[in-house]
Protein backbone atom coordinates (compact mmCIF):
# COMPACT_ATOMS: atom_id res chain seq x y z
CA UNK A 1 0.00 0.00 0.00
CA UNK A 2 2.90 2.65 0.90
CA UNK A 3 4.48 1.46 -3.32
CA UNK A 4 0.95 2.51 -4.45
CA UNK A 5 0.76 5.78 -2.79
CA UNK A 6 3.88 6.70 -3.86
CA UNK A 7 3.24 6.00 -7.37
CA UNK A 8 0.05 7.92 -7.16
CA UNK A 9 2.65 11.23 -5.61
CA UNK A 10 4.20 10.48 -8.81
CA UNK A 11 1.63 10.48 -10.86
CA UNK A 12 -1.01 13.66 -9.43
CA UNK A 13 1.86 15.74 -8.38
CA UNK A 14 2.84 18.48 -11.12
CA UNK A 15 5.54 20.14 -12.64
CA UNK A 16 6.36 23.41 -10.35
CA UNK A 17 5.80 26.22 -12.58
CA UNK A 18 7.96 29.32 -10.66
CA UNK A 19 7.37 32.86 -11.38
CA UNK A 20 9.33 35.40 -13.40
CA UNK A 21 9.61 37.72 -11.04
CA UNK A 22 12.26 39.92 -12.38
CA UNK A 23 14.50 40.73 -15.51
CA UNK A 24 16.26 37.53 -15.97
CA UNK A 25 14.03 35.87 -13.88
CA UNK A 26 16.25 36.09 -10.71
CA UNK A 27 18.57 37.66 -8.74
CA UNK A 28 21.54 35.89 -10.58
CA UNK A 29 20.51 37.12 -14.13
CA UNK A 30 21.41 33.51 -15.57
CA UNK A 31 17.77 34.00 -17.60
CA UNK A 32 16.72 30.52 -17.37
CA UNK A 33 13.05 29.22 -15.94
CA UNK A 34 10.92 25.99 -14.95
CA UNK A 35 7.64 24.43 -16.44
CA UNK A 36 6.73 23.11 -19.82
CA UNK A 37 8.54 25.30 -22.96
CA UNK A 38 6.43 26.65 -25.58
CA UNK A 39 6.66 24.11 -28.97
CA UNK A 40 3.46 25.33 -30.77
CA UNK A 41 2.43 29.18 -30.26
CA UNK A 42 -0.32 30.38 -30.58
CA UNK A 43 -1.46 33.98 -29.80
CA UNK A 44 -3.27 33.79 -26.31
CA UNK A 45 -3.62 37.37 -25.95
CA UNK A 46 -2.17 40.68 -26.81
CA UNK A 47 -3.00 44.15 -25.79
CA UNK A 48 -2.25 47.41 -27.56
CA UNK A 49 -2.15 50.69 -24.79
CA UNK A 50 -1.78 53.48 -27.30
CA UNK A 51 -5.47 51.93 -28.43
CA UNK A 52 -7.16 54.97 -27.21
CA UNK A 53 -5.08 58.00 -28.32
CA UNK A 54 -6.49 59.87 -31.36
CA UNK A 55 -5.50 62.72 -34.08
CA UNK A 56 -1.71 62.48 -33.71
CA UNK A 57 1.37 61.51 -36.14
CA UNK A 58 2.96 58.87 -34.82
CA UNK A 59 3.20 56.51 -31.21
CA UNK A 60 6.85 55.18 -29.97
CA UNK A 61 6.44 52.39 -27.32
CA UNK A 62 9.39 51.01 -25.98
CA UNK A 63 8.77 48.23 -23.70
CA UNK A 64 10.89 46.63 -20.85
CA UNK A 65 11.29 43.24 -19.80
CA UNK A 66 7.99 41.55 -17.86
CA UNK A 67 8.07 40.26 -14.61
CA UNK A 68 5.07 36.90 -14.64
CA UNK A 69 3.78 36.53 -10.78
CA UNK A 70 0.63 34.91 -9.38
CA UNK A 71 -0.97 35.07 -12.83
CA UNK A 72 0.06 38.80 -13.15
CA UNK A 73 2.02 40.25 -15.53
CA UNK A 74 4.03 43.70 -14.76
CA UNK A 75 6.32 45.06 -17.42
CA UNK A 76 7.32 49.41 -17.74
CA UNK A 77 7.07 51.26 -20.34
CA UNK A 78 8.04 54.52 -22.43
CA UNK A 79 5.72 55.82 -24.72
CA UNK A 80 6.44 59.07 -26.86
CA UNK A 81 3.59 60.71 -29.36
CA UNK A 82 4.14 62.91 -31.60
CA UNK A 83 1.06 65.42 -32.44
CA UNK A 84 2.38 67.84 -34.82
CA UNK A 85 5.70 68.82 -36.99
CA UNK A 86 6.75 72.80 -37.36
CA UNK A 87 9.17 73.31 -40.31
CA UNK A 88 10.75 76.77 -40.19
CA UNK A 89 12.19 77.62 -43.76
CA UNK A 90 14.55 79.99 -42.36
CA UNK A 91 16.30 77.74 -40.33
CA UNK A 92 15.45 73.97 -42.48
CA UNK A 93 15.39 71.70 -39.26
CA UNK A 94 12.37 70.42 -38.61
CA UNK A 95 10.78 70.18 -34.93
CA UNK A 96 8.48 68.32 -33.37
CA UNK A 97 5.67 68.99 -30.57
CA UNK A 98 4.13 66.00 -28.59
CA UNK A 99 3.98 64.89 -25.30
CA UNK A 100 5.81 61.80 -23.42
CA UNK A 101 5.13 59.35 -20.42
CA UNK A 102 6.07 56.21 -18.71
CA UNK A 103 4.15 53.76 -16.96
CA UNK A 104 4.26 50.74 -15.05
CA UNK A 105 1.29 48.20 -15.86
CA UNK A 106 -0.06 45.01 -14.51
CA UNK A 107 -2.18 42.90 -16.58
CA UNK A 108 -3.74 39.71 -16.56
CA UNK A 109 -2.10 37.06 -17.15
CA UNK A 110 -4.38 34.51 -18.57
CA UNK A 111 -6.59 37.43 -20.55
CA UNK A 112 -4.64 40.30 -20.74
CA UNK A 113 -7.26 42.20 -19.45
CA UNK A 114 -5.40 45.72 -17.85
CA UNK A 115 -5.18 45.55 -14.00
CA UNK A 116 -3.72 48.71 -13.09
CA UNK A 117 -1.64 51.37 -14.76
CA UNK A 118 0.53 53.58 -12.34
CA UNK A 119 1.87 56.74 -14.91
CA UNK A 120 4.44 59.21 -14.48
CA UNK A 121 3.70 61.91 -17.35
CA UNK A 122 5.08 64.90 -15.25
CA UNK A 123 8.69 63.67 -14.65
CA UNK A 124 11.52 66.77 -16.36
CA UNK A 125 13.73 63.90 -17.16
CA UNK A 126 11.34 61.08 -17.49
CA UNK A 127 12.24 58.10 -19.66
CA UNK A 128 12.38 54.10 -18.51
CA UNK A 129 14.73 53.00 -16.64
CA UNK A 130 14.52 49.14 -16.57
CA UNK A 131 12.36 46.38 -15.92
CA UNK A 132 10.11 45.81 -12.67
CA UNK A 133 10.66 42.81 -10.14
CA UNK A 134 7.80 41.78 -8.11
CA UNK A 135 8.22 40.56 -4.07
CA UNK A 136 6.37 40.24 -1.49
CA UNK A 137 3.27 41.80 -3.14
CA UNK A 138 5.03 45.06 -3.80
CA UNK A 139 6.26 45.91 -8.10
CA UNK A 140 9.87 47.90 -7.35
CA UNK A 141 10.85 49.78 -10.65
CA UNK A 142 13.25 52.18 -11.94
CA UNK A 143 12.61 55.47 -14.17
CA UNK A 144 15.36 57.12 -15.69
CA UNK A 145 15.22 59.73 -12.73
CA UNK A 146 13.88 58.04 -9.28
CA UNK A 147 12.77 54.55 -8.32
CA UNK A 148 9.49 53.56 -6.83
CA UNK A 149 7.80 50.81 -4.93
CA UNK A 150 4.27 49.85 -5.90
CA UNK A 151 1.41 47.59 -4.14
CA UNK A 152 1.53 44.70 -6.64
CA UNK A 153 -2.46 44.17 -6.10
CA UNK A 154 -3.63 47.50 -6.91
CA UNK A 155 -1.10 49.65 -8.22
CA UNK A 156 -0.90 52.58 -5.19
CA UNK A 157 2.76 54.41 -4.47
CA UNK A 158 4.40 52.90 -1.49
CA UNK A 159 7.62 54.92 -1.43
CA UNK A 160 9.87 56.53 -4.21
CA UNK A 161 13.21 57.53 -3.94
CA UNK A 162 15.03 60.43 -5.86
CA UNK A 163 17.13 58.58 -8.12
CA UNK A 164 16.74 56.03 -11.19
CA UNK A 165 18.36 53.53 -12.93
CA UNK A 166 18.27 50.20 -14.36
CA UNK A 167 16.49 47.13 -13.58
CA UNK A 168 15.66 46.87 -10.32
CA UNK A 169 16.95 43.00 -8.26
CA UNK A 170 15.27 42.14 -5.11
CA UNK A 171 17.36 39.65 -2.67
CA UNK A 172 16.28 39.20 1.26
CA UNK A 173 14.23 42.58 1.46
CA UNK A 174 17.17 45.05 -0.28
CA UNK A 175 16.58 46.26 -3.75
CA UNK A 176 19.54 46.83 -5.54
CA UNK A 177 19.96 48.94 -9.19
CA UNK A 178 22.78 50.44 -11.18
CA UNK A 179 21.91 54.26 -10.85
CA UNK A 180 22.53 56.97 -13.77
CA UNK A 181 23.36 59.81 -11.11
CA UNK A 182 25.41 57.61 -8.76
CA UNK A 183 27.42 56.31 -11.67
CA UNK A 184 27.29 52.91 -9.08
CA UNK A 185 25.21 50.66 -7.73
CA UNK A 186 22.76 51.41 -4.79
CA UNK A 187 21.09 49.59 -2.54
CA UNK A 188 17.85 50.31 -0.75
CA UNK A 189 15.92 48.89 2.18
CA UNK A 190 12.87 47.18 0.67
CA UNK A 191 10.03 48.02 3.08
CA UNK A 192 10.42 51.67 3.22
CA UNK A 193 12.96 52.88 0.51
CA UNK A 194 15.71 54.03 2.75
CA UNK A 195 19.46 53.72 0.96
CA UNK A 196 21.20 51.16 2.93
CA UNK A 197 24.65 52.00 0.78
CA UNK A 198 25.58 53.14 -2.43
CA UNK A 199 29.18 52.97 -4.20
CA UNK A 200 30.69 54.62 -7.14
CA UNK A 201 32.01 52.78 -10.34
CA UNK A 202 33.36 56.19 -12.00
CA UNK A 203 31.55 56.02 -14.70
CA UNK A 204 27.69 55.57 -15.83
CA UNK A 205 26.23 52.13 -15.35
CA UNK A 206 24.98 50.75 -19.14
CA UNK A 207 23.63 47.01 -16.90
CA UNK A 208 21.57 45.88 -14.38
CA UNK A 209 23.14 44.63 -11.72
CA UNK A 210 23.56 40.52 -10.77
CA UNK A 211 23.50 39.28 -7.25
CA UNK A 212 25.19 35.65 -5.67
CA UNK A 213 27.66 34.45 -3.83
CA UNK A 214 27.22 37.51 -1.42
CA UNK A 215 28.26 39.82 -4.00
CA UNK A 216 26.61 42.56 -6.31
CA UNK A 217 28.27 42.45 -9.87
CA UNK A 218 27.54 44.96 -12.22
CA UNK A 219 29.33 47.04 -15.42
CA UNK A 220 29.93 50.96 -15.76
CA UNK A 221 30.71 52.74 -18.94
CA UNK A 222 34.32 52.95 -17.97
CA UNK A 223 34.96 49.82 -19.25
CA UNK A 224 34.78 47.78 -16.16
CA UNK A 225 33.04 45.13 -14.64
CA UNK A 226 32.92 45.40 -10.59
CA UNK A 227 31.90 42.65 -8.01
CA UNK A 228 30.63 44.84 -4.50
CA UNK A 229 29.63 43.11 -0.74
CA UNK A 230 26.23 42.86 -1.35
CA UNK A 231 25.73 43.93 2.75
CA UNK A 232 28.26 47.40 2.64
CA UNK A 233 29.00 48.21 -0.99
CA UNK A 234 32.83 47.54 -0.72
CA UNK A 235 34.73 46.89 -3.81
CA UNK A 236 35.62 43.52 -3.90
CA UNK A 237 37.07 43.69 -7.36
CA UNK A 238 36.88 45.47 -10.78
CA UNK A 239 37.90 44.28 -14.27
CA UNK A 240 38.70 46.22 -17.42
CA UNK A 241 36.48 44.76 -20.65
CA UNK A 242 33.79 46.93 -22.30
CA UNK A 243 30.25 45.83 -20.86
CA UNK A 244 28.09 45.96 -22.83
CA UNK A 245 25.00 44.08 -20.97
CA UNK A 246 24.13 43.00 -17.63
CA UNK A 247 26.28 40.27 -16.29
CA UNK A 248 24.92 36.59 -16.04
CA UNK A 249 26.57 34.18 -12.33
CA UNK A 250 26.59 31.28 -12.98
CA UNK A 251 28.89 28.19 -10.86
CA UNK A 252 31.04 30.66 -9.56
CA UNK A 253 31.55 32.66 -13.05
CA UNK A 254 30.41 35.95 -14.40
CA UNK A 255 29.20 35.92 -17.84
CA UNK A 256 29.21 39.29 -19.64
CA UNK A 257 28.51 40.97 -23.16
CA UNK A 258 30.72 44.11 -24.45
CA UNK A 259 31.20 46.70 -27.23
CA UNK A 260 34.22 44.92 -28.04
CA UNK A 261 32.45 42.53 -29.92
CA UNK A 262 33.30 39.60 -26.65
CA UNK A 263 31.48 37.17 -24.51
CA UNK A 264 33.70 37.25 -20.96
CA UNK A 265 33.48 34.88 -18.71
CA UNK A 266 35.15 36.10 -15.76
CA UNK A 267 36.15 34.35 -12.13
CA UNK A 268 33.57 35.54 -9.48
CA UNK A 269 35.75 35.19 -6.60
CA UNK A 270 38.74 37.57 -8.25
CA UNK A 271 37.60 38.88 -11.41
CA UNK A 272 40.34 36.99 -13.44
CA UNK A 273 39.83 36.22 -17.08
CA UNK A 274 38.44 32.68 -18.08
CA UNK A 275 38.07 32.74 -22.00
CA UNK A 276 36.51 35.83 -24.52
CA UNK A 277 34.96 34.91 -27.52
CA UNK A 278 34.88 37.15 -30.24
CA UNK A 279 31.48 38.20 -32.42
CA UNK A 280 31.20 40.27 -35.27
CA UNK A 281 29.14 42.83 -33.94
CA UNK A 282 28.23 44.51 -30.50
CA UNK A 283 27.35 42.71 -27.58
CA UNK A 284 24.43 44.61 -25.52
CA UNK A 285 22.32 41.36 -25.20
CA UNK A 286 22.62 39.63 -21.63
CA UNK A 287 23.82 36.00 -21.47
CA UNK A 288 21.46 33.02 -20.05
CA UNK A 289 23.03 29.91 -19.09
CA UNK A 290 21.89 26.31 -19.02
CA UNK A 291 22.53 23.09 -19.91
CA UNK A 292 26.39 24.28 -19.75
CA UNK A 293 26.13 26.32 -22.48
CA UNK A 294 26.38 30.33 -22.89
CA UNK A 295 23.27 31.59 -24.96
CA UNK A 296 23.24 35.14 -25.84
CA UNK A 297 22.41 37.52 -29.07
CA UNK A 298 24.67 40.10 -30.82
CA UNK A 299 24.63 42.73 -33.47
CA UNK A 300 25.56 40.98 -35.89
CA UNK A 301 22.18 39.65 -36.52
CA UNK A 302 23.46 35.69 -34.29
CA UNK A 303 22.26 34.22 -31.77
CA UNK A 304 25.15 32.25 -30.23
CA UNK A 305 25.77 29.34 -28.16
CA UNK A 306 29.14 28.90 -26.27
CA UNK A 307 30.39 26.28 -24.23
CA UNK A 308 30.53 27.64 -20.47
CA UNK A 309 33.31 26.15 -19.27
CA UNK A 310 35.77 27.05 -22.38
CA UNK A 311 33.84 29.61 -24.80
CA UNK A 312 34.38 26.90 -27.81
CA UNK A 313 31.33 28.12 -30.12
CA UNK A 314 28.77 25.16 -30.21
CA UNK A 315 26.78 26.81 -32.78
CA UNK A 316 24.94 30.14 -34.21
CA UNK A 317 21.66 31.18 -35.55
CA UNK A 318 21.47 34.15 -38.14
CA UNK A 319 18.76 36.19 -38.10
CA UNK A 320 17.45 39.07 -40.32
CA UNK A 321 18.67 41.60 -37.89
CA UNK A 322 20.33 42.62 -34.98
CA UNK A 323 19.91 40.55 -31.43
CA UNK A 324 19.78 42.91 -28.62
CA UNK A 325 17.12 40.92 -26.92
CA UNK A 326 18.46 38.28 -23.83
CA UNK A 327 17.57 34.85 -24.20
CA UNK A 328 15.84 32.97 -22.07
CA UNK A 329 15.74 29.15 -21.54
CA UNK A 330 12.84 26.84 -20.54
CA UNK A 331 12.41 22.82 -21.00
CA UNK A 332 15.68 23.09 -23.54
CA UNK A 333 14.20 25.90 -25.98
CA UNK A 334 15.83 29.42 -26.26
CA UNK A 335 13.35 31.87 -26.71
CA UNK A 336 14.84 35.63 -28.30
CA UNK A 337 13.49 39.01 -29.60
CA UNK A 338 15.19 40.40 -33.00
CA UNK A 339 14.67 44.11 -34.43
CA UNK A 340 13.67 42.18 -37.76
CA UNK A 341 10.52 42.16 -35.58
CA UNK A 342 10.22 38.55 -34.76
CA UNK A 343 10.35 36.20 -31.55
CA UNK A 344 12.38 32.83 -32.23
CA UNK A 345 12.52 29.76 -30.27
CA UNK A 346 15.13 27.80 -31.30
CA UNK A 347 16.64 23.93 -30.02
CA UNK A 348 18.77 24.94 -27.31
CA UNK A 349 20.84 21.60 -28.02
CA UNK A 350 21.52 22.63 -31.99
CA UNK A 351 20.02 25.90 -32.32
CA UNK A 352 17.36 24.79 -34.81
CA UNK A 353 14.49 26.89 -34.95
CA UNK A 354 11.41 25.68 -33.75
CA UNK A 355 9.41 28.45 -34.78
CA UNK A 356 9.22 32.33 -35.28
CA UNK A 357 6.17 34.74 -34.45
CA UNK A 358 6.29 38.21 -36.04
CA UNK A 359 5.64 41.32 -34.29
CA UNK A 360 4.47 44.71 -36.03
CA UNK A 361 7.54 46.39 -34.31
CA UNK A 362 11.02 45.95 -33.45
CA UNK A 363 11.71 43.37 -30.01
CA UNK A 364 14.21 44.22 -27.91
CA UNK A 365 12.14 43.07 -24.94
CA UNK A 366 13.40 40.05 -23.58
CA UNK A 367 10.83 37.13 -22.82
CA UNK A 368 9.80 35.73 -19.97
CA UNK A 369 8.68 32.08 -19.71
CA UNK A 370 5.94 31.45 -17.24
CA UNK A 371 3.09 28.35 -16.84
CA UNK A 372 4.01 27.39 -20.70
CA UNK A 373 3.69 30.65 -21.93
CA UNK A 374 5.89 33.48 -23.45
CA UNK A 375 5.56 36.76 -22.83
CA UNK A 376 7.08 39.85 -24.56
CA UNK A 377 6.88 43.27 -25.72
CA UNK A 378 7.04 45.22 -28.80
CA UNK A 379 7.79 48.21 -29.92
CA UNK A 380 4.41 48.34 -31.99
CA UNK A 381 3.08 49.16 -28.90
CA UNK A 382 1.65 45.58 -28.01
CA UNK A 383 2.37 43.63 -25.07
CA UNK A 384 2.24 39.44 -26.42
CA UNK A 385 1.23 36.13 -25.30
CA UNK A 386 2.42 32.82 -27.15
CA UNK A 387 1.37 29.62 -25.67
CA UNK A 388 -0.28 26.94 -26.39
CA UNK A 389 -4.18 26.58 -26.62
CA UNK A 390 -5.56 23.96 -24.35
CA UNK A 391 -7.67 20.85 -26.13
CA UNK A 392 -10.84 21.73 -26.97
CA UNK A 393 -13.94 20.26 -24.81
CA UNK A 394 -15.51 16.58 -26.18
CA UNK A 395 -19.35 18.18 -27.87
CA UNK A 396 -21.69 16.15 -25.70
CA UNK A 397 -23.12 13.20 -27.10
CA UNK A 398 -25.93 11.09 -25.72
CA UNK A 399 -25.17 7.80 -24.34
CA UNK A 400 -26.43 5.07 -22.28
CA UNK A 401 -25.76 5.63 -18.55
CA UNK A 402 -22.64 4.03 -17.41
CA UNK A 403 -22.81 0.51 -15.32
CA UNK A 404 -21.73 1.45 -11.58
CA UNK A 405 -18.57 -0.98 -12.52
CA UNK A 406 -17.22 1.24 -14.92
CA UNK A 407 -17.34 4.58 -13.39
CA UNK A 408 -14.35 4.24 -11.66
CA UNK A 409 -10.92 5.16 -13.22
CA UNK A 410 -8.95 2.84 -15.07
CA UNK A 411 -6.25 2.91 -12.89
CA UNK A 412 -8.36 2.20 -9.96
CA UNK A 413 -9.86 -0.45 -11.13
CA UNK A 414 -6.42 -1.62 -11.82
CA UNK A 415 -5.44 -1.72 -8.48
CA UNK A 416 -8.80 -3.14 -7.13
CA UNK A 417 -8.36 -6.05 -9.24
CA UNK A 418 -4.28 -6.80 -8.16
CA UNK A 419 -5.91 -6.48 -4.31
CA UNK A 420 -8.78 -8.54 -4.68
CA UNK A 421 -6.36 -11.14 -6.43
CA UNK A 422 -3.96 -11.02 -3.43
CA UNK A 423 -6.74 -11.15 -0.67
CA UNK A 424 -8.07 -14.26 -2.35
CA UNK A 425 -4.70 -16.21 -2.62
CA UNK A 426 -3.95 -14.87 0.92
CA UNK A 427 -7.66 -16.57 2.14
CA UNK A 428 -7.15 -19.66 0.30
CA UNK A 429 -3.38 -20.16 1.77
CA UNK A 430 -4.49 -19.75 5.66
CA UNK A 431 -7.50 -22.32 4.72
CA UNK A 432 -4.88 -24.74 2.98
CA UNK A 433 -2.75 -24.38 6.55
CA UNK A 434 -5.46 -24.56 8.87
CA UNK A 435 -6.55 -27.85 6.88
CA UNK A 436 -3.13 -29.16 7.28
CA UNK A 437 -2.31 -28.27 11.06
CA UNK A 438 -5.96 -29.82 11.82
CA UNK A 439 -5.07 -32.83 9.61
CA UNK A 440 -1.83 -32.92 12.01
CA UNK A 441 -3.61 -32.52 15.61
CA UNK A 442 -5.78 -35.69 14.11
Given at each position: ????????????????N?D??M?RG???????????????????W???????I??????????????V???????????????????I???????????G?????????T?????????????????????????????????????????????????????G???????G?V????????????????????????S????????S?A??????????E?????????????????????V?S??A?????V???S?????Y???A???A?L?????????????A??????Y?????????????????W??????????????????G??????????????N???G?????????????????V?D??????????N???????????????????P??????????????????????V???????????????M?
Amino acid sequence: MVCIVFLFSLVLIPFANADWAMFRGNPSNDGVGTGNPVLTPTLLWKTNVNENITNVLSIDTTWSSPAVVDDTVYICSETSVVTSKILIPPLGPLFTLGYGYTDVYAFNATNGAEVWDYRDNSSATGGLGGSPAVFNGVVFFCFQDYTGALNASSGVSLWNYTTGGSSTIVVGGVVYFGSYTLGGVIALNATNGAQLWGSTTNGGVVSSPAVANGAVYEGSENGNVYAFNDSNGFELWNHACSVNSSPAVVNGVVYVGSSDNNVYALNAANGAKLWNYTTDGVVASSPAVANGAVYIGSDDDNVYALNATSGIWLWNYTTSAEVGSSPAVVGGVVYVGSTDNNIYALNATDGVQLWNYTTGGQVQSSPAVNDGVVYIGSEDGNMYALGTLPPPSPSPTSSPSPKPSNTLPIIAEGIGAVFIVIVVVAVLVFLMFQKKLKTKMK
